[in-house]
């Protein structure tokens, strides 16, 4: 079983839509919990960062994790044209381990 | 917030050539970056931590003596592809936690194109 698993995709919504992007892991030591947005050619942009099991919210998007289940996932509310990018999932156990990423799901929203 | 810049954004270079690519923490100080390799269409593959005054620690498969990483100080680390070939076109990234055990922060990425 591969330690961090995500759906590639491809998504496509229309604007407006309510996005569900999810990962499931393996590693129980995972303790904090990444989502990084990219763009066609550039790299990974930190969008939203949390620790442990709950929910967190910055602005359309929430993140939960639910750690007994080892799952955690990303809703976009009122997608946007403008949110069409790859999503990567990237738990982590803290300290200088390094980062896991899922393969990351591509994600358009077509106005 | 933390700003990590890549240089150059994109390079072209003909076989054989060697290719080096700069990372640096703009408003922190970084005594570890990771350089990272993207397939089109894949997921981030780390290549290697860089560690600030010591040896780079590469991972499984990666070839050190092909892709030679310096970090000479706390703000810039370098990738070197030496003898590069078409096989090694790919686009490269680093990151850097602005705080140890933090989110990693990543540069724009160097495409790299081998003729």
């Known amino acids: 079983q591969k330690e961090v698993e995500q759906d590639p995709g491809p998504l496509s919504v229309p604007e407006g839509a309510i996005v569900s992007l999810n990962c499931t892991y393996s590693?129980?030591?995972?303790?904090?919990f990444m989502w990084y947005r990219q763009y066609s050619r550039k790299g990974p942009e930190l969008l939203m960062y949390t620790y442990s099991s709950g929910n967190k919210e910055d602005g359309r998007f929430t993140a939960q994790v639910d750690k007994s289940s080892k799952y955690i996932s990303l809703f976009i509310r009122d997608s946007q044209p403008s949110d069409s990018a790859t999503y990567l999932c990237?738990?982590?156990?803290?300290?200088?381990?390094?980062?896991?990423f899922g393969k990351g799901t591509k994600l358009t929203v077509n106005p | 917030g933390a700003v990590v810049s890549q240089h150059p954004s994109w390079v072209i270079c003909k076989s054989g050539t060697s290719v080096k690519i700069e990372c640096r923490s703009l408003?922190?100080?970084?005594?570890?970056m990771f350089w990272y390799r993207q397939f089109p269409k894949q997921s981030l593959m780390l290549m290697a931590t860089?560690?600030?005054?010591?040896?780079?620690?590469?991972e499984q498969g990666v070839e050190k003596d092909k892709f030679l990483i310096n970090h000479a100080s706390l703000t810039l680390s370098t990738l070197t592809v030496t003898s590069a070939h078409p096989e090694d076109s790919s686009f490269y990234i680093c990151?850097?936690?602005?705080?140890?055990?933090?989110?990693?922060?990543f540069g724009d990425g160097t495409r790299l194109s081998i003729l």
């Open positions: 408003d922190f100080q970084a005594t570890t």
């Open positions: 860089s560690n600030e005054g010591s040896k780079a620690t590469y």
């Open positions: 990237a738990p982590h156990p803290g300290g200088s381990e390094k980062l896991v």
């Open positions: 590693n129980s030591a995972f303790q904090y």
């Open positions: 990151s850097a936690p602005p705080v140890s055990g933090q989110p990693q922060h």
